[in-house]
């Protein structure tokens, strides 16, 4: 069985630690990643990162993970809030997903209390910065061990 994980990250992520640092944390998204993958090693779990800005290709990495990886991860940035491809998409994986984020949209602006990912996703963790993609990699192995 594999041991990859997926990390997805969405629109804008790759400006970590450049700028807006109050709402998103001074580590570039290299070190938060990084983070994560020495938590998931501990694990036994191998993980595999990919950012972009653009939905389509966010899209394809979903589909190339289908039978492939174990788990996904994903961060979708904004599309969050409106990328109906991305839930279409993750519906298809038969893997455990977690929805991540560095901020808490629900205490941010209302356009930002709406998930689209959230309905396919096994569970949300937000608002707790760097530490959240930890958590992630927690939650994952969690979900892992039970299925
Ligand atoms: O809190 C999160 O992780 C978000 O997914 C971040 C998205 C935002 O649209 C979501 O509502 C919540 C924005 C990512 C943009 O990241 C930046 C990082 C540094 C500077 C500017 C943007």
């Given amino acids: 069985m594999s041991r990859t ?6 629109p804008n992520l790759n400006l970590l630690g450049e700028r807006d ?3 998103y944390g001074s580590a ?5 990643i990084a983070a994560a993958a020495t938590r998931a ?9 990919h950012q972009s800005n653009h939905e389509g ?7 190339d993970a289908r039978q492939r990886c174990a788990a996904i ?3 979708p940035g904004a599309l969050t809030h409106y990328g109906w491809s991305l839930h279409d998409a993750l519906a298809t994986f038969e893997g455990p997903v ?3 984020h560095l901020s808490n949209p629900a205490a941010r ?11 396919v996703a096994d569970g949300t963790i937000a608002g707790f910065g760097q530490a959240g993609y930890v958590l992630a990699v927690d939650a994952v192995e969690r979900l892992l061990e039970g299925s």
């Fill in 5 to 10: 994980v997926l990390v997805l990250s969405g």
């Fill in 21 to 23: 640092p109050a709402m």
């Fill in 28 to 32: 570039t998204l290299g070190e938060v």
């Fill in 41 to 49: 090693a501990a694990a036994g779990l191998t993980l595999e990162h």
């Fill in 57 to 63: 290709v966010l899209v394809d990495l979903i589909h």
């Fill in 73 to 75: 991860i994903i961060n």
């Fill in 98 to 100: 977690v929805e991540v």
């Fill in 109 to 119: 602006e209302p356009w930002r209390h709406t998930s689209v990912v959230a309905p």
